[in-house]
């Protein structure tokens, strides 16, 4: 069956770019008319949903995170990427990647990787 | 986009019903029939339990139920078991075709 796992450096500086790679297998990235989204939670805190990217390329980004965020996708590789420049303390979270089925719907998620922000 | 609204706890006996209310606007869950709500355990993957305000996936209890009325969603977990006990969330699609989460509600199984 599907699953995503996503994998990226765990540590970051402050003002550095976040850098984060989600790998789908056991099916291919392409397949059925998904999009593939970035959601996180800070410590304590509740998800916020952060953007989505399609297999064509195109990318819908949470309006509070927009001026930070690229979302790509690369289909060869079976993965989905997310780059958050300039960060600081409060972008310390666990990111989870998840499929979606365009609706707000994520059927899928990874196990989430905790990025923090620190020097 | 603000968070929807949620109540920040919740809490029953095993076998009570609990209900989770998940308050946004016209330009979100009450513009589309695309409410999502979502179980997390702290420390595994959040689990989809309702999609389309009222449909279970497969393999979820049907002691999920939900439903939505104007702005308001809501969840309710009937007969409340332990493993009950965890974080809920909700998820509506908006009218800017972002997507936006509620602010989440503690299930506490007394």
């Known amino acids: 069956q599907v699953q995503l796992q996503g994998s990226g450096p765990g540590l970051v500086k402050p003002s550095q770019t976040l850098s984060l790679t989600c790998t789908v297998s056991?099916?291919?990235?392409?397949?059925?008319?998904?999009?593939w989204s970035w959601i996180r939670q800070p410590a304590d805190k509740g998800l916020e949903w952060i953007g989505r990217?399609?297999?064509?390329?195109?990318?819908e980004y949470n309006p509070s995170l927009k001026s930070r965020i690229t979302m790509s996708v690369d289909t060869s590789k079976n993965h989905f990427s997310l780059k958050l420049k300039s960060v600081t303390a409060a972008d310390t979270a666990i990111y989870y990647c998840?499929?979606?089925w365009g609706t707000g719907t994520f059927d899928l998620w990874d196990q989430g990787t905790l990025v923090t922000v620190s020097s | 986009q603000s968070a929807l609204t949620q109540p920040a706890s919740v809490s029953g006996s095993p076998g009570q019903s609990v209900t989770i209310s998940c308050t946004g606007t016209?330009?979100?869950?009450?513009?589309?029939?695309?409410v999502s709500w979502y179980q997390h355990h702290p420390g595994k993957a959040p689990k989809l339990i309702i999609y389309?305000?009222?449909n279970r996936p497969s393999k979820i209890s049907d002691r999920f139920s939900a439903s939505k009325s104007g702005n308001t969603a809501s969840l309710t977990i009937s007969g409340l078991q332990p493993e009950d006990e965890a974080d809920y969330y909700c998820?509506?699609?908006?009218?800017?075709?972002?997507?936006?989460f509620g602010s989440g509600t503690k299930v506490t199984v007394l």
């Open positions: 998820n509506s699609y908006t009218n800017t075709t972002t997507r936006v």
């Open positions: 016209s330009s979100d869950v009450g513009a589309y029939d695309y």
């Open positions: 389309e305000v009222t």
């Open positions: 056991g099916g291919s990235i392409s397949s059925g008319y998904y999009y």
């Open positions: 990217v399609s297999t064509s390329g195109s990318t």
């Open positions: 998840a499929r979606d």
